[in-house]
């Protein structure tokens, strides 16, 4: 179990990280959203918040959703709307340690003016899609 929270510190979770693994995604709803690419950590339905109130939650697909601080705009996780499967942003645990930058998603979104150095699975967004389908039954 990890704790984490928002910028102001108004919002705190507990979370399960299903592998001590991160990973970047690179499209371009999560560009836009954190200002960069997302580095976030696989909780699956673990993650659960001590304090929610001040939380938003925009509706950004038919399948996704992504929640955030309203007043100091940290953005927090991105999950399917039904729970089963969330994202934290790494950067909003307390302790980072041990933890390992594994796999880049949505690789064919990203822009050219950038790349990471680390030796990573990279997947497309058809491939990242199709695995949700999967784990969905559908």
Known sequence: MRTGGCLCGSV??????????????????????????????PCGDGVTFQSAATLGIYQSSDYGERLFRRNCGSSLIWRLQDGSATAV???????????????????????DHYAFANETRKRTGAEVMAQFANEQGA
Do not use: N, T, Y
Request: aromatic content about 14%; glycine content about 6%.
């Open 89 to 111: 942003a790494l950067q909003a645990f307390d302790d980072l340690s041990g933890f390992v930058f594994v796999e880049e998603i949505f690789v064919d979104d990203k822009p």
């Open 12 to 41: 705190r979770f507990e979370a399960s990280p299903l592998r001590q693994e991160m990973d970047a995604c690179h499209c371009s709803m999560c560009r836009r959203w954190s200002g960069g690419v997302f580095m976030a950590v």
